[in-house]
């Protein structure tokens, strides 16, 4: 069965300091994507990353970058610098490959980490 | 960008009210869902389209009907509000396929009394 577990419900960093939200996955397929929204206090999650299990290349985006492991089911998020306006929930998500438009499998989201950044 | 609206971003209805969510994506997806999202339960599935006219139950539908008459529009009904459907309700859309990113409008904050 599918599941992602985000240990880290909530967490509280000084402005410019780093910080890694963590995301642990599990799945049987040996093909599958994982995400990661984030949802500030607007209520809108938006999108950040895709990335599928043939490509554990990290990723970087200006502050953000993600470390992929599939040896360790994990998928972090680090943010470098952080600055207030990344004050969000951030969750992490996973799918596996369809093949039929009927067959859906639902993406898992996990609980969410709610991260506060203090000025 | 991919854009995805829902007809209000707070309501408040009362019990045994009928309650219509609108959502309209502008990106010609095929997929679209209807999440709720309450504090301590995450996301959870309602319902999801992949088609006009087609509808399949996610994991908490009941108390809730959806209707797809137009690719672009997906409505979520509450037939008789209570209590309990006080909620943030989330809409999203995506290409065919649970491997694509799905892009979620802003939530409908619900206050049921």
């Known amino acids: 069965a599918q599941k992602v577990t985000q240990a880290q419900t909530e967490i509280s960093v000084v402005e410019k300091e780093d910080v890694t939200l963590d995301c642990v996955y599990e799945?049987?397929?040996?093909?599958?994507?994982l995400f990661w929204y984030k949802q500030p206090p607007s209520g809108e999650l938006v999108f950040l990353i895709r990335?599928?299990?043939?490509?554990?290349q990290n990723e970087i985006s200006g502050r953000y970058s993600w470390n992929f492991q599939k040896s360790t089911s994990s998928f972090n998020f680090t943010i470098t610098a952080s600055q207030v306006v990344d004050s969000a929930v951030y969750f992490c998500?996973?799918?596996?490959?369809?093949?039929?438009?009927?067959?859906?499998?639902?993406?898992?989201f996990g609980p969410g980490t709610s991260l506060s950044v203090i000025p | 960008d991919v854009k995805v609206t829902q007809s209000s971003r707070y309501l408040v209805k009362r019990t045994g009210e009928k309650v219509f969510l609108e959502c309209v994506q502008d990106?010609?997806?095929?997929?679209m869902f209807w999440y709720r999202q309450d504090p301590g339960l995450g996301l959870r599935l309602i319902y999801f389209s992949y088609d006009v006219k087609m509808k399949e139950k996610g994991d908490i539908p009941e108390g809730y009907s959806v209707s797809r008459e137009k690719k672009e529009r997906f409505s979520l009904i509450l037939e008789s509000a209570s209590t309990n459907q006080t909620s943030m309700y989330l809409c999203a859309s995506s290409l065919l396929g649970n491997q694509e990113t799905q892009y979620f409008g802003p939530g409908t904050r619900l206050l049921v009394l």
């Open positions: 998500a996973l799918s596996e490959e369809t093949i039929l438009k009927t067959s859906y499998d639902k993406v898992i």
């Open positions: 990106m010609d997806h095929e997929n």
């Open positions: 990335r599928n299990s043939f490509d554990e």
């Open positions: 799945t049987r397929d040996t093909t599958y994507y």
